[in-house]
Structures are given as structure tokens and as C-alpha cells.
């Protein structure tokens, strides 16, 4: 679902319109308000037993509906060749579980290279994000220069433009810098998304302004304001971009698949649909290849999920 | 910044820094974002093919649409898609934001678990679902092996169950997306109104009613324009789960799977697809602009 523009990375969609009132504070209040008093039953304070049992049993029946699938996957993968993965009888556990189908994939597609491809194209990137939405998001938020309104104004009108409206010109574009067929083609238009510019913006006008009067007096350069005072202040937005970035970059099919043409030069996802184009007939080969792209990911996501949730909490996300 | 230090050099280099600072991203915002637009606009009225730089032939690509049967299927498929998406996406997301809004132990763990199909790959998520989908899959296999149904429903084979296929997956994927920007709006209700509610004696679903739909309105009105607009833009989900055929005779295609088949090898015409990048920019602008006219009367 998530991102404006569907080209490599820039997580555009991934974290919607920026919130244009910095309000950290209130929303975090807010939620711990929330915490210790709301909803239940009778007074407001800590939920009955007969509440908690409820909410747990459908916590456990949204668990089980939005992960069986992909354990049944994962599942199908260890599955080994005497293995029925057809059967009506489904059996969750593999009985002789294998990672065979994990080498035979590679034997089929080139499955490590499109790995680091698609991480190739996912680190240009994430660095192009993190330097460039910063360095114009503190620009548009605590400098003073001419052209600053009318940048921001076209900056604001992109977030309107679904990515798929412009996808054939910015394909030509790329084909005229002779970067059609390459990653480096894939890579570059999402190397800073416009929406990240706006939300490093939005996090950078949430620092007080007396922060940095003090240093301005002190004749301190714009360079030094943005190390010492703005970066330090912005970490939570930082981290969300730039995990939306891999995110979005890793996860990205429809550019890679109009640029790309050479199966060589294949990211994970049009090698997926590649290989599940040609090689319909075993289906364990398929779920390896589709762990292969999902567990990198889950994995990150998992162990960068504090950072992603507290930016929420900041107010990362519009409310 | 009105105190001068270092007077000619430092003002000279002040005024030089803010525009070194956004340089790199207004390069992209002309190269990446402005140019391509105007591009755009440009190419629809040519017969620019991918070997070919093509001249202007006026409106026939907008004629051409009018007699173009796929693109008849393709916008029907994204209404129902539309149509179906809405309100499941738009009321179930907030429910299951009530749901883990409470901060009782694991609760974490099911945030996160709940946000996993969103940072899935849709090829992934596709994929697995076509498994699933499939007519030997485990859908199929447990529905006939428990009676309900006789031969296996061909999920992935015809038009209708198609759409619907995707949009199941859709809907799924999305659940966890929605979840957490109501979750954040959630911590803006006020507390006072939920005790007051809760003291002139209404239940959890009276109050989930007149208090936290209320609550959250504005931020219901950014979940239906999102989930609209998404919905109009739908691809990989249909692509992948059809096989880049878009069904029988391609009858379940998307907009954007139109724009996409267009932009390549035998079938090629930039012109077009670009006059159908248009009309995909027509019609999603519809829902964003409801929501500015909604937000300005509300404020």
C-alpha cells in the first residue's frame, strides 16, 4: 500500500502527510494518560479480569490471522520433496524439515545476487534520505532565504502526484541519463523523497527557537547549529525516514520492474515474480524465495520497532 | 539572524548556505518530481513509443480511451476495489487501535505482529496468498475437506474472484497501516469525555460510538482519502496474484497495470500511457480534494 510514489525507497506512502503542528508533548501526555485510565469497565482504572480475558482472546485471534500465513509459508519452505505440501490434512510442523529448497532456489534464480541488489539499491537509498531530507528539512525549518515559501509550496504539491501518475517520464528521464537497465536507475529517484524532506522539516521546527538564539548570538554557523543543536533533536524522525526508506526501497516492485530488464540486474521482488512466472510447479521452491525477501525485513523491523513506535508517539504520524 | 558577525565574508556565506543546504533535494524535486509532470502532460497528446520519439497527434489518445474495452474493466475493477476497501478499512483498523490502544502486558509484541503484512513487500504478501489461493492450496484443501465446498473455487482464474482475492490481501496488508494512525489520533480523545460518558452510564459500545468515533473524525476523513486513493493505484497486488496476465483475456487489470503494460516492449506507447497517467491523476485527485473541502468546512 504505502508510498507515494512507487519508485525505489523514499517511503513516501509509508508514513502519510506530515503533522504540520509540532506536538510532541500533548500527544505523548496524551497517550500515557490514556494508559492508566481509559475504557474500563465501571471506574477507570486498571482493566477487570473479565476484561483482560476478552481483550487477550481476540489479540491472540488477530495474531493468529495475521501471521498463520506467513508461517504456512515458512513452513512450506522446510517442507521436504516426500513431503505432500498439498495435502487437505494441513500439518503446520514439517516432518523432516530441510533447508533444501533454500539452495535449490539459488540453482533456479539467482536469488543472493537480487539479495544484494535490492540491499544495493536499498542503501543509496537510505543515505540519499538521510543527508538530503535533512539537510532541506533544516534549511526550510530554521533558515531564512528567498525562494524558501515557494520551495516549500512545491514541496507540499508533490505529496498530491501519486508516483504512479509520473512513472513513464520519470523512466525517460532515466533512460536518458543512460540509466535505464541499472540499479543505480532504480535507486535515484527515490534517493530523497519529498515527503521525508517535509517530515525532517516538521521535526526540526519542534525544537525551541530559543535553542538556537543563543547560538546564532554566539555567531555560531548554520552548519553548527544543524550538529549541535538540530541533529541531537530530530534522532526519533531520523530513524523513522530512514527505516521507512529501506522499507519502501526493499520492498519496491513496480519501478524496478519497468526499469529493470536484464535478469541479471534483478531486485528480490521481480526475481520473485520471475521465478513464480517460470517455476509455477513447486511451490516450496517459491517460499523459500519469498522468505529469502521477508525475513531480512521482519527482522529489522522487529529490532528497530522501539524507534518506530516512539516516533509514532511523537506525533510522526498525523493524528 | 539579524545579529551580523564576521560582516562581508559571513553575510555572503549565510546567504549562500540555506540554498547549498536544499540544493540536492530541489534538484530532485525538478528532476524527480516537477519535470516529469510537465512531461507527462506533454506526452499525452504525442505517439511517443519506446523506439520512437513520436510527433503530436492532438486528442487521439483520449479518443483512443473511449473505445479501449480494457480500460472499461480496469475502472470498474478499481470502484469495487474502492468500494469494498472503504468501509472495511476505515472501521476495522480503528477497532483493532481500541484493541491494543491499552498498554497491558505483550502488548508490544502484538503491535508489532499486527504491523508485519505492512512492511512485507506486496509481491511477498502476494505470493503467499497466491499459495494459498491456489486451487491445491490450503484454502481450498480445508474448505473441501470440511464439506463447505465441493471442487476448489477458482481464486486465481477468474475475473471477479480475483478482484476479490486482491482485495482480500489488500485489506489485510492494511489492517496493521491503519491501526497505528488511529492509535496516535486515539491519544488525542479526551479522557474527560470517556469518564463523563462512563458516569452517565454508557457501555463500552455506546461510548465507542458517541465518543471515540467522534474523536477520531478527522482523522476517519484522512483513512477514507488514503484508502481510496491507494485502492485507485492498486498493482502489485493483482499483478503478482494474476500472474502479470491480469486474469482471463486480462479482464481483472488495474489502472496502473494498464499504465505499467504500456510502458515496454511490444505493446509500448508512451503517449498513451501517459494519457492514462493522466486520468489516474484525475481521478485520485477526486477523493484528496473532498478531504481539503471537508477539513476547511470542519475548521
Known sequence: ?319 | MTVPVLPAQGALRRRLTPWLLVAPAALWLLVFNVWPSLNTLVLAFTNAKPLSGGHFTGLANFERMLDDSQLVDALLNSIVFMLVCLPVLVLLPLLLAVLVEKKIPGITFFRTAFYTPVVASAVVVALIWSWLLSDRGLINGLAQALGVLQGPLPFLTDRWLLVFSAITLTVWKGLGYYMIIYLSALGNVRRELHEAAAVDGAGPVRRFWSVTVPGVRNTMLLISVLVSVSALRVFSELYVLSNGTGGPGGRAMSLVMLIQLYSRGFYGHFGYASALSLLLFVITIGPMLLLARLNRKAS
Do not use: C
Open chain 1, 1 to 319: 500500500m504505502s508510498d507515494m510514489t512507487v519508485q525505489a525507497g523514499a517511503g513516501r506512502d509509508a508514513v502519510p502527510a506530515p503533522d504540520p503542528s509540532p506536538r510532541d508533548d500533548r500527544v505523548r501526555r496524551g497517550a500515557r494518560r490514556g494508559e492508566s485510565a481509559r475504557r474500563g469497565r465501571g471506574g477507570f482504572g486498571a482493566p477487570g479480569p473479565g476484561e483482560l480475558v476478552l481483550r487477550y482472546a481476540l489479540l491472540l485471534v488477530v495474531l493468529a490471522i495475521t501471521v498463520l500465513p506467513f508461517l504456512w509459508q515458512l513452513s512450506t519452505s522446510l517442507k521436504g520433496p516426500m513431503e505432500d505440501v498439498f495435502s487437505r490434512t494441513p500439518s503446520f510442523v514439517p516432518s523432516q524439515p530441510t533447508l533444501d529448497n533454500y539452495a535449490k532456489v539459488a540453482e533456479t534464480i539467482p536469488v543472493w545476487t537480487y539479495a544484494l541488489n535490492s540491499l544495493f539499491v536499498a542503501v543509496i537509498v537510505v543515505g540519499g534520505n538521510a543527508i538530503g531530507a535533512t539537510l532541506a528539512g533544516f534549511a526550510l525549518a530554521r533558515l531564512e532565504f528567498r525562494g524558501a515559501k515557494l520551495l516549500l509550496v512545491l514541496f507540499l504539491s508533490t505529496l498530491v502526484l501519486p508516483g504512479e501518475v509520473t512513472i513513464i517520464s520519470q523512466f525517460l528521464t532515466i533512460r536518458s541519463m543512460g540509466l535505464a537497465d541499472t540499479l543505480v536507475g532504480v535507486a535515484l529517484p527515490g534517493a530523497i523523497g519529498m515527503l521525508n524532506v517535509l517530515l525532517m522539516r516538521t521535526a526540526f521546527q519542534a525544537i525551541p527557537k530559543e535553542m538556537d538564539e543563543a547560538a546564532v548570538i554566539d555567531g555560531a554557523t548554520p552548519w553548527q547549529r544543524l550538529i549541535h543543536i538540530g541533529l541531537p533533536n530530530v534522532r526519533g524522525m531520523l530513524s523513522v525516514i530512514t527505516i521507512f526508506a529501506f522499507i519502501a526501497a526493499w520492498d519496491d516492485f513496480l519501478w524496478p520492474l519497468i526499469v529493470l530488464n536484464d535478469p541479471s540486474k534483478f531486485t528480490l521482488t521481480v526475481g520473485l515474480q520471475y521465478l513464480n512466472g517460470t517455476f509455477t510447479a513447486n511451490p516450496r521452491l517459491i517460499a523459500a524465495g519469498t522468505m529469502i525477501s521477508f525475513l531480512p525485513i521482519v527482522i529489522l523491523f522487529a529490532s528497530l520497532q522501539r524507534y518506530f513506535f516512539r516516533g509514532v508517539e511523537e506525533g510522526a504520524i498525523k493524528g
